[in-house]
């Protein structure tokens, strides 16, 4: 089966673990021939370029082929409407036709140049297209007029275009399948849920012991200690403050906060803090993460949403998340998350410490972590799911 994965509604860096990188493995891992088409609008740091000139491939570590189309380098490359823009990507099509694929899978629903998809399928109608969805009503909000122009009007014709060759578009989370719906108005029947995951090579949870042991002796931690994790880009909407507020002051028990990431400069006296039960780890690559989960008692996310909270799933890690109103309820899969509606330092000292008092509560969590979650946030289960015949 000849896969192809078009990335050019966001920035496509490799070495990361997004849905996009992730999928395109796995499915060169299930024997998969997998290529990715991608644009070069963007560098490292998701910054947007100027004007290029020619087609780029290179081969990635996975083994993917990846395909980096330029950029239209004409005075027409960029036409602002209410933030939208048209026309930028060269060559989509005829890429295409050059690898001539039995599936495509877009990432990222909204963009003009999807086009390309478009009217490959109707020459091949045989080709199987699959998108997935990666706004909700947080990253994609629909409040101001500009915002109702930019998706509801402009991006919900675009979505539609696109929808209409496709066998299904995956919603992410339970709120990215809302989005769908409301926002760009698709029907009912076209919309399906598509978690993300963690990379479970990168999870050896017979090591767990092991790893856990070492990362306590490298960082001071004692034995008994139970470890607290959060990480990513530490801000006031991640709530990273409440719940550091909320690990300092449990005194009647060893509970280190390990942390991990950037900090927004007005929580940078986290990231300086000079108490011993606080283990700042500074930022670390994508595989890194895996380790640090599994040498964790307990994940807690308490703000908004990130890739994260699947990751710490698939480590078999029981985690506390904040409840979106049911937006992210995919993250319970039977009782190895606590999903917490009111959000408070002293709410997350309560259950932090519910969970260190009462240990069968605990236990009863990871089982159903270490069990049902390892294998439902798998990507490579999430990969078989992804085009439905594989």
Not at 93 to 114: C, K, R
Request: some cysteine; overall charge negative; glycine content about 6%.
């Amino acid at each position: 089966m000849r896969i192809i994965h078009v990335i050019i509604a966001a920035a496509y860096r490799e070495g990361f673990g997004y849905q996009e990188n992730l999928l395109a493995q796995k499915h060169k891992e299930l024997g998969c021939d997998v290529g990715v088409i991608t644009w070069d609008r963007y560098n490292q740091y998701g910054e947007l370029l100027g004007d290029s000139i020619g087609v780029k491939r290179y081969v990635n570590y996975s083994g993917v082929r990846v395909v980096v189309l330029p950029t239209t380098n004409d005075s027409l490359r960029r036409i602002p409407v209410f933030g939208m823009c048209f026309n930028r990507t060269k060559y989509l099509y005829e890429m295409l036709e050059e690898e001539s694929p039995d599936v495509i899978f877009v990432h990222g629903i909204q963009a003009a140049d999807h086009e390309g998809v478009v009217r490959y399928k109707h020459k091949h109608p045989s080709v199987r297209v699959y998108a997935d969805n990666h706004n909700d009503y947080y990253n994609g909000p629909v409040k101001t007029l500009k915002d109702k122009i930019q998706r509801r009007v402009l991006g919900r014709k675009f979505v539609q275009d696109l929808a209409a060759v496709c066998e299904t578009v995956w919603a992410v989370t339970p709120w990215r399948e809302e989005y769908l719906l409301d926002v760009y108005g698709l029907p009912r029947d076209k919309v399906k849920l598509l978690v993300m995951g963690g990379d479970e090579n990168k999870i050896d949870i017979t090591r767990r012991d092991e790893i856990r042991h070492n990362f306590k002796k490298k960082h001071n931690i004692p034995e008994d200690a139970f470890i607290v994790v959060s990480g990513g880009k530490n801000d006031k909407a991640k709530n990273t403050h409440l719940l550091y507020d909320a690990v300092l002051s449990i005194t009647n028990h060893p509970v280190y906060l390990v942390l991990f990431g950037s900090y927004s400069d007005d929580l940078k006296y986290i990231e300086d803090s000079k108490d011993t039960r606080v283990i700042n780890i500074g930022w670390i690559p994508s595989e890194g993460v895996y380790d640090i989960f599994m040498a964790s008692d307990l994940a807690v996310f308490p703000g908004t949403h990130s890739v994260l909270w699947e990751q710490a799933c698939a480590c078999g890690l029981p985690a506390l998340f904040k409840d979106w109103n049911g937006g992210f309820s995919h993250v319970d899969v039977g009782g190895n998350s606590i999903l917490l509606k009111d959000v408070t330092a002293a709410s997350l000292k309560d259950e932090i410490v519910s969970l260190i008092e009462n240990k069968e509560r605990y236990d009863r969590m990871l089982k159903v972590a270490t069990t049902v979650a390892m294998k439902v946030f798998s990507y490579k289960e999430i990969a078989k799911e992804s085009i439905e015949e594989i």
